[in-house]
């Protein structure tokens, strides 16, 4: 498989060509991130005739902000177009349960393949690539195959030996990262508000002060930035997989190469027009106008 390849496979969400599988297959409950509880399987009140959201444009408004940062990463449309060969679980009672059954465990796939896809883009990373490319190749596989099999994958085998290619394929790109910025002046001479002990893989970060801070190449892998200051910060090639951001302040942030970025993240976020994101990453609606 050439990087090529992998770009063309669709892991972002492509709701026109799904039947609302995330409205239907999974549970949530009453929280600040849904308006009242839905378990599995079970429609939501909200969901169209058309599989449409019959309150999109006020989901935040209405009291569903978890909806607005999902992303099944491209697994409602394969499973739906693909893997179901356009059936539909409303119109096919045959296929619902085993429907409901696969769509889970092709999100999770699919956001593996995200990741896996991330890596391969990465320079530092290319004596990595042939095993990352062998691991993509294994992944798809299973993902592509029948769906009665699918229900009966090991998601944590397949996950263990690329999660460890990831976190690799990040050590080398944060290393380069910080080797090109001792060569440079700061960016900024914002002292850091925090011990540097402190930026370490699942970190308790939450509020924490580092606005401006110059955060290259940091290992923040599963941290908790929940309302975190991160304003003015550069964040290049710091690992951000698995890192909670919600609320987090990102106004002027520099993100645009970050490791392991996703979508889901920066909607979960707070930024605005001044914030530099990847440029596979949208800026959400729910941003505001930077005010310099």
């Known amino acids: 498989m050439s990087p090529a390849l992998a770009s063309e496979r669709a892991l972002a969400a492509d709701c026109a060509s799904c039947s609302g599988l995330c409205c239907v297959a999974l549970a949530f ?23 449409g959201c019959r309150i999109h444009p006020q989901l935040r408004e209405r009291g569903f902000k978890g909806c607005t940062v999902f992303d099944c990463f491209g697994a409602g449309q394969l499973v739906t177009r693909h893997t179901f060969g356009g059936r539909s679980w409303r119109d096919d009672a045959g296929v619902r349960a085993e ?12 956001e593996l393949l995200w990741y896996l896809r991330e890596a391969l883009a990465m320079p ?17 596989e299973a993902v592509d195959a029948a769906p ?27 290393e380069a990262a910080r080797d090109a910025a001792t060569r440079e002046t700061r960016r900024t001479s914002t002292p850091l508000r925090v ?22 190449g ?41 490791i392991y970025l996703t979508q889901p993240q920066v909607d979960a ?10 440029a596979a990453l ?11």
């Open 148 to 174: 009665a099999l699918i229900p009966e994958l090991d998601v944590d085998e397949l996950r263990a030996p690329a999660a460890a290619l990831l976190r690799e394929a990040a050590r080398l790109t944060r």
């Open 269 to 278: 976020a707070r930024g605005d027009d001044s914030t530099r994101l990847p």
């Open 99 to 110: 429907m409901f059954a696969v769509f889970p465990i092709v999100r999770q796939l699919h």
């Open 195 to 216: 011990k540097r002990s402190r930026l370490s893989p699942g970190a308790d970060l939450l509020g924490a002060d580092l606005r401006g801070a110059d955060l290259r």
């Open 29 to 51: 409950a009453r929280s600040a991130d849904f308006a009242f509880d839905k378990p599995a399987g079970e429609e939501c009140v909200n969901l169209e005739d058309g599989f």
């Open 218 to 258: 940091a290992e923040l892998r599963g941290a908790l930035l929940i309302g975190a200051d991160l304003r003015d910060a550069d964040l290049t090639a710091a690992e951000l997989i698995g890192a909670d951001l919600r609320d987090a302040r990102l106004d002027g942030a520099v993100l645009d190469r970050a």
């Open 124 to 140: 530092a990373a290319a004596s990595l690539h042939d095993a990352l490319r062998a691991s993509w190749e294994e992944v798809t």
């Open 282 to 292: 949208h800026r959400p609606s729910h941003w505001r106008t930077a005010s310099r």
